[in-house]
């Protein structure tokens, strides 16, 4: 079994950008090595831990080196920062048991307040199409491109090339 840790920053954090990458980079290499490796019988997850860790201290002394007062930063902490990371062992011994055999290629999000959820796949929200074998143009992109971000363009729109 294989147990990689990440972070919800794979989203995108402001101002931690190469953090952000490098966790992003875990997730995709957690799924990747869950394909290279299906069939063999070895798993590979990754989880994403919000508890309160050694990185939630060093944070908690850059705020307080800013002025921020204790009692502000822990007010506007989530409720999973108010406990330790112990809650998580058992899932991990779940993952690494006979029990999680099957589970692979997923990221977990392991909260110490006692929340554990799982994160959806990267999915296509919404597309569009240019004429097969023509080059978009920019009159088309304008029109078409908010549409699909909005998502109010349908599923398979082919836009006409001027």
Same mark, same amino acid.
Request: hydrophobic share 40%; proline share 5%.
């Given at each position: ?16 950008? %190469? =953090?952000? *990458?490098?966790?992003? !980079? ?11 490796? @299906? +069939? ?19 944070m908690?002394a ?30 991990? %011994? =779940?993952? *690494?048991?006979?029990? !999680? ?11 110490? @307040? +006692? ?48």
């Amino acid at each position: 079994r294989i147990i990689n840790a990440s972070s919800e920053s794979w989203v995108g954090l402001m101002g931690m950008s %190469a =953090y952000s *990458a490098a966790c992003a !980079g875990i997730w995709s290499f957690t799924r990747a090595i869950a394909q290279d490796l @299906d +069939g063999t019988g070895i798993t590979t997850n990754s989880y994403s831990p919000k508890a309160r860790t050694r990185s939630w201290y060093s944070m908690l002394a850059t705020y307080r080196s800013q002025g921020i007062p204790v009692d502000a930063i822990e007010e506007g902490a989530p409720e999973a920062m108010r406990y330790t990371a112990d809650i998580f062992a058992p899932f991990f %011994a =779940y993952l *690494a048991s006979d029990f !999680g055999s099957s589970i692979t290629g997923y990221l977990f999000e392991t909260n110490a @307040d +006692g929340r554990l959820a799982i994160w959806s796949e990267p999915e296509v929200i919404n597309e569009i199409w240019s004429d097969l074998g023509k080059p978009w143009d920019m009159e088309s992109l304008k029109s078409q491109v908010p549409l699909m971000i909005s998502g109010r363009a349908p599923n398979r729109t082919t836009l006409e090339l001027h």
